[in-house]
C-alpha cells in the first residue's frame, strides 16, 4: 500500500490553464506538506497543514491554492499556470510539525507548462 | 546565501569507497535531519539528529553535528552502486514552522 500518493504522476498543460494535484496519505498522520523542486533539484517548502489548519504558507504566488477538505488529503490547486510553474511538485505527511517528525514523500508530480 | 547550503554539489566515488557530504547552516536549529533522493523519485528519511546531539550512527551511516560551526556532515562507509542519489539536509527552525532543505548534493558511486 502506498504510504503517501499523488495524482497526477505527470502533468502537461498549456500557459494560462487552471490544474489540480491531489495528495493522499493513509499514514493517519497529522501534517502534510507541499514542496516545489525545481530543474536544479532547490527543494522550496510551499505550504503545511495540520489537522487541516495551515500552519505554512512561503512567500508563494497567490494563483497557488491548497486546500485540505481532510488531514488524510491536502490538494493543490494552481490558476493561470505561468512556464516558470514548471517543476516537481511533491506531498509529504508527518506525525506532527513542532519537533522535526520524519517526512514522508509521495512520488510526486512532474509538471509541464508549455 | 540560502540556509542549508552543502557541499560538494556533486560527487563521484569508487564502490567501497566513503562518501562525506557537509551542510552549512545560518541561524539555531532545532535538529537537522538528511534525507535521500533518488533519480525521479521523492525523498526518504534516513537520519535525524537533535541540536544537543554531536554524533549519530545508522548502519553505514554517519552524522556529525557542530552547532558553534554550524554544520553538519554525512558519512556513508563502504559506499555501494546503489547508494548513487542524490542528498539533502533538512534543518527545522522557529518552533517547526521554518522548514529548509539545503541545496543537495549528487552523489555518484561507480563500479
Known amino acids: 500500500d502506498t504510504a503517501v500518493s499523488q495524482t497526477p504522476k505527470y502533468l502537461v498543460t498549456q500557459m494560462g490553464n487552471d490544474k489540480s494535484i491531489k495528495c493522499e496519505q493513509n499514514?493517519?498522520?497529522?501534517?502534510m506538506y507541499w514542496y516545489k523542486q525545481d530543474s536544479k533539484k532547490f527543494l522550496k517548502i510551499m505550504f503545511s497543514?495540520?489537522?487541516?489548519?495551515?500552519?505554512i504558507n512561503e512567500t508563494v504566488p497567490n494563483r497557488f491554492s491548497p486546500k485540505s477538505p481532510d488531514k488524510a488529503h491536502l490538494n493543490l490547486h494552481i490558476n493561470s499556470l505561468e512556464l516558470g510553474d514548471s517543476a516537481v511538485y511533491f506531498c509529504?505527511?508527518?506525525?506532527?510539525?513542532?519537533?522535526?517528525?520524519?517526512?514522508?514523500f509521495g512520488p510526486g508530480t512532474r509538471l509541464l507548462v508549455l | 546565501s540560502q540556509q542549508g547550503e552543502e557541499d560538494p554539489q556533486a560527487l563521484s566515488i569508487q564502490e567501497g569507497e566513503n562518501a562525506t557530504m557537509n551542510c552549512s547552516y545560518k541561524?539555531?536549529?532545532?535538529?537537522l535531519q538528511w534525507y535521500r533522493q533518488n533519480s525521479g523519485r521523492g525523498l526518504v528519511h534516513l537520519i535525524l539528529?537533535?541540536?544537543?546531539?554531536r554524533e549519530k550512527h545508522s548502519g553505514r551511516l554517519r552524522v556529525t553535528l557542530d552547532t558553534s560551526k554550524k554544520s553538519s556532515s554525512l558519512l556513508i562507509t563502504a559506499s555501494r552502486a546503489a547508494d548513487t542519489a542524490s542528498y539533502f539536509c533538512?534543518?527545522?527552525?522557529?518552533?517547526?514552522?521554518?522548514?529548509?532543505f539545503g541545496t543537495g548534493t549528487q552523489l555518484k558511486v561507480e563500479l
Open positions: 509529504a505527511s508527518s506525525q506532527g510539525y513542532t519537533r522535526g517528525e520524519t517526512q514522508y
Open positions: 499514514l493517519g498522520h497529522d501534517t
Open positions: 497543514y495540520n489537522n487541516k489548519e495551515l500552519i
Open positions: 541561524t539555531s536549529i532545532n535538529n
Open positions: 539528529i537533535r541540536s544537543n546531539e
Open positions: 533538512f534543518i527545522l527552525t522557529g518552533g517547526g514552522n521554518k522548514l529548509t
